[in-house]
């Protein structure tokens, strides 16, 4: 009897690492998704800002401060994080990537070597943007400088291969890969900013909150998260015109372009400050068109 139960238990393990791996195994985009594509770098450039690539590739002391090369700190809620080198050099950052390579890390976070990315990395958001606006980003990245690094850090938890494979479960259940749809009820304008907001601008990742397993609650999208830092709460961004935080589209425009320096309050702390800056190289119709959808909030 007893060893029928180490037998049947041997047998659930066997099974279970089975089914986990199979569920958790990486799927990657096929060839057949890349458009027919002119580059469009200026586009590349407004994709890159509104990003916010450099804020979390953040360069070493020492190293270019407006490339991209990585290896600085970023710190989250489960633990450091050391993101990589993403300038166009070949050895050390990305500069050897096919477009397909790089629209499998952006759009479902799996590298070329068929690894899943950890969600640090927020291609949770990226996955909504269009393939043609991801290409743009790429191609901008590559007219960049390349920049040699030394290897990159990991820290130990995150070397952990189960873990990364495990991604894998996670994604199943939190990782939307749907395009932003257009919605032709809607201005241009409105939907221009829609689609900044939910795709390159990631502002869900903290503005929104999570449900058990750390996936985007869409239920309350927009309503305010735990704060990156651990004290307080990320605020929501719904009903800012009826709670007063601005006065009109215009004015949310200029706090979006000028942040805490024209006096608003509430825009640096918890990586916001970061994301202020960005937003402030980004033309001055995307910052509108993003003031308008959030002001559309109730
Ligand atoms: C909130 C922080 C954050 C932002 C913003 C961010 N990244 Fe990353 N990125 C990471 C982290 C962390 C990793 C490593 C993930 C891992 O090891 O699983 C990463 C990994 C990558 C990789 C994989 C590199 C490799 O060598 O495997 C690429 C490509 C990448 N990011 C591109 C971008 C681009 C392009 C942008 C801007 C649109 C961007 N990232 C914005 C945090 C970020
Ligand atoms: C890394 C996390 C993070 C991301 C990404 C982020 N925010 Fe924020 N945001 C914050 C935090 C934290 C605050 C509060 C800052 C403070 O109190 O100093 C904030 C504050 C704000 C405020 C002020 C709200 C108020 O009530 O005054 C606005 C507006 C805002 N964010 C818009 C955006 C937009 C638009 C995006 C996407 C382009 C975005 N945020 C992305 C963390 C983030």
Redesign the pocket.
């Known amino acids: 009897m007893k060893r029928k139960t180490v037998v049947l238990f041997a047998g659930l393990v066997v099974v279970g690492t089975a089914v986990g791996l199979f569920l958790s195994r990486p799927r990657p985009l096929e060839a057949n998704v890349l458009p027919q594509h002119n580059v469009d770098l200026a586009n590349g450039k407004v994709?890159?800002d509104a990003?916010?690539?450099i804020?979390?590739?953040k360069p070493i002391k020492g190293a270019d401060a407006l490339l991209?090369s990585g290896g600085s700190q970023?710190k989250t809620p489960v633990g450091v994080?050391?993101?990589?080198?993403?300038t166009s050099d070949k050895a050390t950052?990305?500069g050897g990537?096919s477009d397909l390579q790089?629209v499998n890390?952006?759009q479902r976070g799996i590298?070329?070597d068929g690894r899943?990315?950890?969600p640090?990395?927020?291609y949770t958001s990226?996955a909504h943007m269009k393939t043609s606006d991801v290409l743009d980003?790429?191609a901008y990245?590559m007219s960049l400088k390349a920049v040699e690094t030394s290897s990159?850090k990991?820290t130990s938890i995150?070397a952990a291969p189960m873990l990364?494979r495990g991604m894998g479960l996670w994604k199943r259940f939190s990782l939307d890969t749907r395009v932003f749809k257009f919605d032709r009820s809607k201005p241009k304008s409105w939907n221009r900013g829609a689609y900044l907001v939910s795709g390159?601008g990631?502002c869900n990742?903290c503005h929104t909150p999570r449900n058990i397993v750390m996936g985007l609650d869409f239920s309350r999208h927009l309503a305010g998260g735990p704060h990156p830092e651990g004290k307080g709460k990320v605020p929501s961004l719904r009903g800012l015109k009826k709670r007063k935080r601005f006065t009109d589209v215009a004015d949310l425009n200029s706090a979006l372009r000028f942040g805490e320096i024209m006096g608003y309050e509430d825009m640096s702390s918890g990586?916001m400050g970061d994301v202020q800056t960005n937003l402030s190289k980004l033309p001055e119709a995307d910052t509108k068109a993003i003031a308008e959808f959030l002001f559309s909030l109730q």
């Open positions: 994709m890159y990003g916010g690539c804020s979390c590739h991209p970023l994080f050391y993101p990589p080198n993403i950052g990305i990537w790089f890390a952006m590298s070329p899943h990315y950890f640090a990395f927020p990226y980003l790429k990245l990159n990991t995150f990364r390159a990631h990742e990586g």
